[in-house]
């Protein structure tokens, strides 16, 4: 039927992302493997992503107060973003730009999901305070991790070509979540193959953009000829397609740094 082309053309993009994850196992050094994988999802999301959002393999991304986040392999930011610097395919972003970041997992086990978990965490954790007021316009938020924000909160997803099962996965995920503010958690947990993890509504059952206090951890089992492309492009959708940002502030990335000195003034 017309309405299943998307699953079909996902199915497919699946079948290929397979055979290279496989291709990128005779890789001697392991983190060219790392890298290699890294790449794959950052080309899928960028044929599937809104426009006005850009994915960036290898980035790290600093705050105005200083603050800087672990280095992150993909994160997804406003095409807009000025390249502070892109030495060597490495970009320095500016957090106020950031809409959201992926962790990308070969084999997700504990551990490895206890790491993507506290770089979503830091990562939502930085500023996002240089922005240009926009006099006269009615003020914009988003409603995200159980509060309402003056800016487009960052996304957290994490994603893995192979896991331990799913549900010792979601044990481990709600064992880290459960003394934490949902502010931290992460959005989703996708694994190639196999399924992904995702909130719910207790009260009507329907699943969630992002957590909140009260939401619980379901496990969604993947229907083996789409595998989980086609989900996770749906909830790409619904976290990207209305993402924002106010037109950024540069000036209080400059901090102290001497912009010159004035030596002459005239009067008119």
């Known amino acids: 039927m017309h309405q299943e082309k998307l699953g079909k053309i996902l199915t497919s993009v699946a079948k290929r992302m397979r055979a290279d994850f496989e291709q990128s196992r005779n890789f001697n050094h392991n983190g060219e493997a790392g890298t290699s994988r890294e790449v794959l999802v950052q080309n899928f999301l960028s044929g599937y992503l809104p426009a006005h959002v850009q994915a960036v393999h290898n980035a790290e991304v600093i705050a105005a107060n200083g603050d800087v986040s672990p280095q992150c392999d993909i994160v997804l930011i406003d095409r807009g973003t000025p390249p502070f610097t892109s030495l060597s395919g490495f970009r320095i972003i500016p957090n106020e730009c950031v809409y959201g970041m992926v962790e990308v997992k070969t084999k997700l086990d504990g551990d490895q999901l206890v790491d993507a978990c506290k770089k979503i965490s830091r990562m939502r954790m930085?500023?996002?305070?240089?922005?240009?007021?926009?006099?006269?316009?009615?003020?914009?938020?988003?409603?995200?991790?159980?509060?309402?924000?003056?800016?487009?909160?960052?996304?957290?997803?994490?994603?893995?070509?192979?896991?331990?099962?799913?549900?010792?996965?979601?044990?481990?995920?709600?064992?880290?979540?459960?003394?934490?503010?949902?502010?931290?958690?992460?959005?989703?947990?996708?694994?190639?193959?196999?399924?992904?993890?995702?909130?719910?509504?207790?009260?009507?059952?329907?699943?969630?953009?992002?957590?909140?206090?009260?939401?619980?951890?379901?496990?969604?089992?993947?229907?083996?000829?789409?595998?989980?492309l086609l989900p996770w492009t749906l909830h790409l959708n619904v976290h990207f397609s209305d993402a924002w940002m106010h037109p950024l502030d540069l000036i209080p990335?400059?901090?102290?740094?001497?912009?010159?000195?004035?030596?002459?003034?005239?009067?008119?």
Not at 156 to 170: K, P, V
Request: proline share 7%; hydrophobic share 40%; glycine share 8%.
């Open 126 to 228: 930085l500023p996002k305070i240089a922005y240009r007021p926009i006099p006269g316009v009615i003020a914009r938020s988003t409603n995200a991790y159980g509060r309402k924000h003056s800016y487009f909160p960052t996304s957290g997803m994490i994603f893995a070509f192979d896991s331990l099962s799913l549900e010792t996965i979601g044990r481990h995920l709600v064992e880290w979540c459960r003394t934490r503010n949902p502010i931290e958690w992460p959005d989703s947990v996708w694994v190639a193959g196999k399924g992904y993890l995702q909130w719910r509504d207790p009260r009507n059952g329907s699943l969630l953009r992002s957590p909140k206090a009260g939401a619980s951890l379901v496990q969604i089992d993947a229907i083996s000829e789409q595998d989980v």
């Open 253 to 268: 990335y400059s901090g102290a740094t001497m912009l010159g000195k004035i030596s002459n003034a005239w009067s008119m």
